[in-house]
């Protein structure tokens, strides 16, 4: 059961006499008296949560922010006992507008009285609550209602955080952020202040619910530097993971950078942490910033030879090396799954082709993958064909380019897939505060489509973190948290007590919008290449306005499909697709013919105009989704994945 944090009466009554003493007599009448706030609570539609992060704003430019309980205690002078027009808006949530388009309410406040407004979220994952900085719980505190923390108001006089890391390590959650903001004086801690965190397993809360963050604190209470590193400027870790020695005992490693302005990297390393000191060892420092090195979150995964290696996820697995602690230690050990040259960057335009003329993607030592911008670069100046990128994310309903930026990828059980939650750059709400969700049937790829779970308007939310250890109902409910500021949105307007802090999401997987065309197998459409391209993208889930498909296998060991009704009544659908007949298709989609060969020998399905020795049928089958990457995938040996190194299917 989740814990609470109850304010005793005395505390009840000191807080609220705090937060009214310097206005007591205006609102009072003169006659000392101190009347209760007036509480206004906005609710999800959808889940009847309170909803954090929410804007309530007066006629006269009053601004009021929900906390995480999505409460407001309202104690203004002079506008107690009036009606009040409250604006209400908030990033994906939205309030009705009424015939003039004004989105807000206007409520009789009282003292003590209370009011309820509705909203409906368009994001399709919700917002929980905020993991840190000061007053969380703000609202809910001068109200005297409960917090499900430990530290609602202040904890280790933390303001503000940046970027989180987070990995389960010897029995407890560790977390390190970047720079952090403190009570006492605008700069904080600039070298990784950390703090631990018990599993929902073992007595931790819920994380619907929150984190009760232990913080590692110095003498003056103030969170600590745990990786205080020789050198000028702020110390940055990436990479964060955890590995067993010989002995089974976990060690926890991760990649630093010494960063001078304008946020460049003069010095690079490994580090460990050292559990007497509370704080991080280094290990090596590298020779400048290597072209492959520990970078954003990391997953790990044992490969069919018995291989296992640490991903470094950005958002993407795309870079690795061995996961021993010697191998980490050494740049040459880290490789990328990269089209360029061994021994090149992108710099160097200097793509690896074969005989054939072929582009050729494999692992390659010091050698770094292409990024959607580089790709994007390569295409522009004549050097790669569009179809030869390997990353082609695109929004399955508009065909609209999706550029990733920072995220993280992990397996999924429920989803059978590898799936990723990051953010986009160039967003089209805001610079760098849309985030989406793709999935993949390898770590590689391919990554192809992805839908926006979340948006903001002209505010930033980067880096974000799904942690797989928070994954509930099988992996069908995943938990991610990203940092909300208004850096780099052109947006001059702070959001107070949230801008530069963390922010919790969750969102299920099981959610209709979040069917996406994923890859059907060469199998299941009787396709003559057996190769790792897929043959066609469909839907492997029914969805709105779909037809199921069917493939059965005929007399000759080929398979044949059949559209809508099933062949026998225990026949599951190879895939779902959209009807051939629909007036108005996606751009995304384009039509599915069967092939025949003339002597009736054999059958194939395909989106091709034309297939050699075989005739196309007059009309098509039905509508599929055209593949945007068109890169034949690798086989990965889908068999053991994560640390629990478990059995991996990868079929719709």
Same mark, same amino acid.
């Given at each position: 059961?989740?814990?609470?944090?109850?304010?005793?009466?005395?505390?009840?009554?000191?807080?609220?006499?705090?937060?009214?003493?310097?206005?007591?007599?205006?609102?009072?009448?003169?006659?000392?008296?101190?009347?209760?706030?007036?509480?206004?609570?906005?609710?999800?539609?959808?889940?009847?949560?309170?909803?954090?992060?929410?804007?309530?704003?007066?006629?006269?430019?009053?601004?009021?922010?929900?906390?995480?309980?999505?409460?407001?205690?309202?104690?203004?002078?002079?506008?107690?006992?009036?009606?009040?027009?409250?604006?209400?808006?908030?990033?994906?949530?939205?309030?009705?507008?009424?015939?003039?388009?004004?989105?807000?309410?206007?409520?009789?406040?009282?003292?003590?009285?209370?009011?309820?407004?509705?909203?409906?979220?368009?994001?399709?994952?919700?917002?929980?609550?905020?993991?840190?900085?000061?007053?969380?719980?703000?609202?809910?505190?001068?109200? $005297?209602?409960?917090?499900?923390?430990?530290? !609602? =108001?202040? +904890?280790?006089? %933390?303001? #503000?955080?940046? @970027?989180? /890391?987070?990995?389960?390590?010897?029995?407890?959650?560790?977390?390190?952020? $970047?720079?952090?903001?403190?009570?006492?004086? !605008? =700069?904080? +801690?600039?070298? %990784?202040? #950390?703090?631990? @965190?018990? /599993?929902?397993?073992?007595?931790?809360?819920?994380?619907?619910?929150?984190?009760?963050?232990?913080?590692?604190?110095?003498?003056?209470?103030?969170?600590?530097?745990?990786?205080?590193?020789?050198?000028?400027?702020?110390?940055?870790?990436?990479?964060?993971?955890?590995?067993?020695?010989?002995?089974?005992?976990?060690?926890?490693?991760?990649?630093?950078?010494?960063?001078?302005?304008?946020?460049?990297?003069?010095?690079?390393?490994?580090?460990?942490?050292?559990?007497?000191?509370?704080?991080?060892?280094?290990?090596?420092?590298?020779?400048?910033?290597?072209?492959?090195?520990?970078?954003?979150?990391?997953?790990?995964?044992?490969?069919?030879?018995?291989?296992?290696?640490?991903?470094?996820?950005?958002?993407?697995?795309?870079?690795?090396?061995?996961?021993?602690?010697?191998?980490?230690?050494?740049?040459?050990?880290?490789?990328?799954?990269?089209?360029?040259?061994?021994?090149?960057?992108?710099?160097?335009?200097?793509?690896?082709?074969?005989?054939?003329?072929?582009?050729?993607?494999?692992?390659?030592?010091?050698?770094?993958?292409?990024?959607?911008?580089?790709?994007?670069?390569?295409?522009?100046?004549?050097?790669?064909?569009?179809?030869?990128?390997?990353?082609?994310?695109?929004?399955?309903?508009?065909?609209?380019?999706?550029?990733?930026?920072?995220?993280?990828?992990?397996?999924?059980?429920?989803?059978?897939?590898?799936?990723?939650?990051?953010?986009?750059?160039?967003?089209?709400?805001?610079?760098?505060?849309?985030?989406?969700?793709?999935?993949?049937?390898?770590?590689?790829?391919?990554?192809?489509?992805?839908?926006?779970?979340?948006?903001?308007?002209?505010?930033?939310?980067?880096?974000?973190?799904?942690?797989?250890?928070?994954?509930?109902?099988?992996?069908?409910?995943?938990?991610?948290?990203?940092?909300?500021?208004?850096?780099?949105?052109?947006?001059?307007?702070?959001?107070?007590?949230?801008?530069?802090?963390?922010?919790?999401?969750?969102?299920?997987?099981?959610?209709?919008?979040?069917?996406?065309?994923?890859?059907?197998?060469?199998?299941?459409?009787?396709?003559?290449?057996?190769?790792?391209?897929?043959?066609?993208?469909?839907?492997?889930?029914?969805?709105?306005?779909?037809?199921?498909?069917?493939?059965?296998?005929?007399?000759?060991?080929?398979?044949?499909?059949?559209?809508?009704?099933?062949?026998?009544?225990?026949?599951?659908?190879?895939?779902?697709?959209?009807?051939?007949?629909?007036?108005?298709?996606?751009?995304?989609?384009?039509?599915?013919?069967?092939?025949?060969?003339?002597?009736?020998?054999?059958?194939?399905?395909?989106?091709?105009?034309?297939?050699?020795?075989?005739?196309?049928?007059?009309?098509?089958?039905?509508?599929?989704?055209?593949?945007?990457?068109?890169?034949?995938?690798?086989?990965?040996?889908?068999?053991?994945?994560?640390?629990?190194?478990?059995?991996?299917?990868?079929?719709?």
């Amino acid at each position: 059961m989740m814990s609470r944090w109850r304010m005793k009466p005395g505390l009840r009554a000191i807080v609220a006499t705090i937060g009214v003493s310097l206005v007591g007599e205006a609102i009072g009448g003169g006659q000392g008296g101190v009347p209760e706030p007036f509480a206004i609570e906005v609710v999800d539609a959808e889940t009847g949560r309170g909803v954090p992060l929410v804007e309530l704003e007066t006629v006269n430019n009053q601004r009021f922010v929900t906390d995480s309980n999505g409460l407001v205690a309202f104690l203004e002078p002079g506008l107690m006992g009036q009606s009040v027009y409250f604006h209400v808006r908030s990033h994906g949530y939205e309030f009705p507008a009424d015939g003039f388009g004004y989105r807000g309410k206007a409520l009789q406040v009282e003292p003590g009285g209370s009011a309820r407004l509705v909203v409906r979220r368009l994001n399709i994952a919700e917002r929980l609550y905020r993991v840190t900085g000061g007053g969380i719980y703000r609202d809910t505190a001068l109200l $005297g209602r409960e917090a499900p923390i430990r530290e !609602p =108001l202040l +904890n280790a006089r %933390v303001l #503000g955080q940046d @970027s989180v /890391l987070a990995e389960p390590y010897r029995g407890t959650i560790r977390w390190f952020w $970047g720079d952090t903001n403190k009570v006492s004086y !605008p =700069l904080g +801690n600039f070298h %990784v202040p #950390g703090a631990t @965190s018990l /599993l929902p397993s073992d007595g931790g809360l819920d994380p619907e619910a929150g984190v009760d963050l232990t913080y590692f604190v110095g003498d003056d209470g103030f969170a600590k530097p745990t990786a205080k590193l020789p050198g000028e400027g702020p110390t940055w870790l990436g990479g964060l993971t955890v590995l067993r020695d010989a002995g089974g005992r976990e060690r926890m490693f991760a990649g630093y950078a010494k960063i001078k302005p304008p946020l460049e990297t003069y010095e690079s390393g490994l580090v460990e942490w050292d559990d007497d000191a509370e704080a991080f060892r280094k290990v090596t420092q590298f020779e400048g910033l290597p072209p492959v090195h520990p970078t954003g979150h990391t997953l790990q995964r044992t490969e069919p030879d018995g291989t296992r290696h640490v991903y470094f996820t950005t958002p993407f697995p795309l870079t690795r090396a061995p996961a021993d602690s010697e191998a980490l230690a050494d740049p040459g050990r880290y490789e990328g799954f990269t089209c360029l040259e061994a021994g090149t960057t992108f710099e160097d335009r200097r793509l690896d082709r074969g005989p054939d003329g072929r582009l050729r993607y494999a692992w390659k030592a010091r050698t770094p993958p292409l990024d959607q911008a580089q790709q994007a670069e390569l295409i522009k100046a004549g050097l790669m064909r569009p179809d030869e990128a390997l990353l082609g994310l695109r929004d399955p309903d508009t065909g609209r380019e999706v550029r990733a930026h920072g995220g993280t990828t992990y397996w999924n059980e429920y989803r059978k897939r590898w799936v990723a939650v990051f953010v986009e750059v160039m967003g089209e709400g805001s610079l760098l505060g849309e985030l989406w969700y793709a999935e993949a049937d390898t770590p590689l790829g391919p990554w192809a489509y992805a839908r926006k779970v979340v948006t903001h308007d002209d505010y930033s939310f980067y880096n974000p973190k799904h942690h797989p250890f928070f994954d509930e109902d099988g992996g069908r409910v995943v938990f991610f948290e990203g940092t909300y500021t208004h850096s780099f949105s052109g947006n001059p307007v702070q959001t107070p007590r949230f801008d530069y802090n963390q922010v919790m999401y969750r969102l299920d997987l099981a959610d209709h919008r979040l069917n996406l065309p994923v890859p059907v197998d060469h199998e299941s459409v009787g396709a003559r290449d057996g190769g790792h391209a897929p043959a066609l993208f469909a839907l492997g889930r029914p969805g709105d306005g779909t037809v199921p498909v069917y493939s059965v296998e005929d007399d000759q060991g080929g398979h044949s499909l059949v559209v809508g009704d099933p062949p026998t009544p225990d026949a599951i659908p190879a895939f779902h697709a959209l009807p051939a007949d629909l007036a108005t298709p996606p751009p995304t989609t384009t039509p599915l013919y069967e092939f025949t060969r003339p002597d009736g020998a054999g059958r194939l399905y395909a989106t091709s105009d034309a297939i050699e020795g075989y005739r196309r049928s007059e009309l098509p089958l039905c509508l599929v989704w055209v593949d945007p990457v068109g890169v034949p995938i690798p086989d990965t040996g889908e068999t053991l994945v994560d640390r629990g190194d478990k059995p991996q299917e990868a079929r719709p």
